[in-house]
T-cell receptor
Framework: EAGVAQSPRYKIIEKRQSVAFWCNPI?????LYWYQQILGQGPKLLIQ????????DSQLPKDRFSAERLKGVDSTLKIQPAKLEDSAVYLC????????????FGPGTRLTVL | AQSVSQHNHHVILSEAASLELGCNYS??????LFWYVQYPGQHLQLLLK??????LVKGIKGFEAEFIKSKFSFNLRKPSVQWSDTAEYFC????????????FGSGTRLSIRP
């Protein structure tokens, strides 16, 4: 089966600019996750969707980050405006339903904010 | 709040040496436990998981992990490492009663000398 797709793979922007990331999960996977991985740290969950509803967004900085999953399939994560500390790899993952099932990760988008 | 500690940030071993990577978590209730691996240039992938039953869990590529509830630990082991085991290893915990969020440790980088 095709894996989790993410684009772009790399993005360099200046602070205060906006950026958007796209994720297409594995077909049939109801649950989609966005993680932020800062260099030297483990992935941190930003938001979790079950179909097109939000299950957990407690760690999403809602003043600048937003995410949506229209029609319960692909998803976009947006940062507006970006800060220097947003430099990280943004990972998308999907699973059949909930955490109990294996999460499959995409290749990630490496964001550099200058 | 849940947390996961991986005390070894970087481990260097020679081929055929035995491996044990430590993982401790803080949560008093029922947990689901995971080890993920990221090989150079590849996506994060599941190595093994524990939900219930036998506390000794076997995963892919000869890895195993033991859940010791009294010590809040889930250490990863392999009796004889290979050069191809060079990767970053992440321990992760999901508190069964929470809204299914997974908390990742900061990771351990494993380097194998050929």
């Amino acid at each position: 089966e095709a894996g989790v797709a993410q684009s772009p793979r790399y993005k360099i922007i200046e602070k205060r600019q906006s950026v958007a990331f796209w994720c297409n999960p594995i077909s049939g996977h109801a649950t989609l996750y966005w993680y932020q991985q800062i260099l030297g740290q483990g992935p941190k969950l930003l938001i979790q969707f079950q179909n097109n509803g939000v299950v957990d967004d407690s760690q999403l900085p809602k003043d600048r980050f937003s995410a949506e999953r229209l029609k319960g399939v692909d998803s976009t994560l947006k940062i507006q405006p970006a800060k220097l500390e947003d430099s990280a790899v943004y990972l998308c993952a999907s699973s059949r339903r909930g955490v109990g099932n294996e999460q499959f990760f995409g290749p990630g988008t490496r964001l550099t904010v200058l | 709040a849940q947390s996961v500690s991986q005390h070894n940030h970087h481990v260097i071993l020679s081929e055929a040496a035995s491996l044990e990577l430590g993982c401790n978590y803080s949560y008093g209730g029922t947990v689901n436990l995971f080890w993920y691996v990221q090989y150079p240039g590849q996506h994060l992938q599941l190595l093994l998981k524990y939900f219930s039953g036998d506390p000794l869990v076997k995963g892919i590529k000869g890895f195993e992990a033991e859940f010791i509830k009294s010590k809040f630990s889930f250490n990863l082991r392999k009796p004889s490492v290979q050069w191809s085991d060079t990767a970053e290893y992440f321990c992760a915990v999901n508190a069964y009663s929470s809204a299914s969020k997974i908390i990742f440790g900061s990771g351990t980088r494993l380097s194998i000398r050929p």
